[in-house]
């Protein structure tokens, strides 16, 4: 039996994936058209960059980028150690423990996020003393906290029980058994699906505009209410959104690929 | 009585054991083992001998009767069991390596968290213990580059790196290629003839006859027929005993 070739042509691949724009712009173009769109693309760079006394400070979109950056840097963080602490006490014998975890992770899949953080933002934030910011960080960290958590126990109990069984019969303690043998073998299997997350988190932190804080999405609604330049606007804020999850993706799609071939 | 001079280092007493489900893996099993002894355990699969093993360091919980350790009851007590744990090393039929180190790491790692030793000083005594097994230039390998025969014997200086005053063997030698049994045997062979405590569950009667002091046939969960290798393999008394004897060799 002859083999086939597993080379293909890239030609073939940029001829489609040019094909597959020229209809895009076409159909975009038509639907512009019949609304009378005028674009103005060359306004939009002043809302990136704009250059004051000769520096270059960064714009309405970027400030925003930076904010979004910020919040979902110290939402994953605390919702990396919330998840751990979560699954965790699932896996414990502490009855109490994982009763609790239960209701909360029950509460918190079973409601929308938009809900959670204007619960957050305007019953629990108020009672704790909490500001904008750590009202915003703390709804997003419980949610994507309760999703991590899952992951966890996931990659925990995907182990083989002999490695539990070797380490209780070398005396270990259960503290150094988790640390030693069990977490960094579960981190292994789980960072695809966790990056996976993280690129959730990012894209949820859009939601935290509700509460007037002024991330990459709310400072987009401003500059779109202030210029009229919807579809540029708009279209930049989902191409800044794409620039840091598609490249987080593909790590992610390289890390499964690496980790496919070590077990 | 000082705890040193104890005769039996492993008293079983009435033991049963039931899983969820109903079946009744041990029933009602006793006996006792002296220090220095090789004591092997045969039977048929679902026989037992497995999960009695298992009972003996607390991996498994009888559901009746007692068992000692060098002293030490096996009850709920955390700091007994922990004492045991200790002083028990365990060697699976599936290895149990940790995969994410390398065997330096394996053997080092409970001498350092459990025995308090620092790198050097464990480093020098897994050194001695590879070099016995016959892995001394394998030492930065990961697990998964060795052979299964020489998974099976860093587990087995894993094991004694806790300087274990008895080590229980579940079935060593049953996931391993025809050819890698020996390796590992022979490492065992030598390790019962330095005087090490030894309980083993093995199909492998070359071995039985050959370094076992007491050799104990189950089937059921039940004691069938036990005394020294002589007795069973070439004069057992038991019609059980002599099918089983005539199937496996």
Redesign the interface.
Known sequence: MKRRAIFRSPWKDIAQFALLIIVAVWLLSLSTARLGYYWQWYRIPRYLFRVVDGRLVAGELIEGLLFTFKISGVSLVLALALGLATALLRLSDSFMGRILTRLYLEVIRNTPLVVQIYLVYFVIGPILGLGRFASAVMALSLFEGSYISEIFRAGIVSL?K??W??T??????RF?TYR??IL??AI?RILPPLTGEVISLIKNTSLVSLVALSDLALQARVVAADTFLTFEVWFTTAVIYLAITVPLSVAVHALEKRFKVLT | MNKTEYDYIIEIENVSKTFTGGVEAVRDFSAKIRRQQVVVIMGPSGSGKSTLLRCLNGLETPDNGAIVVDGIPLDDDKHHRLEIRKEVGMVFQSFNLFPHLTVLENVNLAQMRVRKKDKAAATQRSTELLQMVGIADKVNAYPAQLSGGQQQRVAIARALAMAPKVMLFDEPTSALDPEMINEVLDVMKVLARSGMTMVVVTHEMGFAREVSDWVIFMDGGQIVETGTPECIFTNPQEERTQRFLSQIL
């Open positions: 083989h002999g490695q069984e070797a209780y019969s070398l005396g270990l303690s150094d030693d043998v960094p073998q292994r």
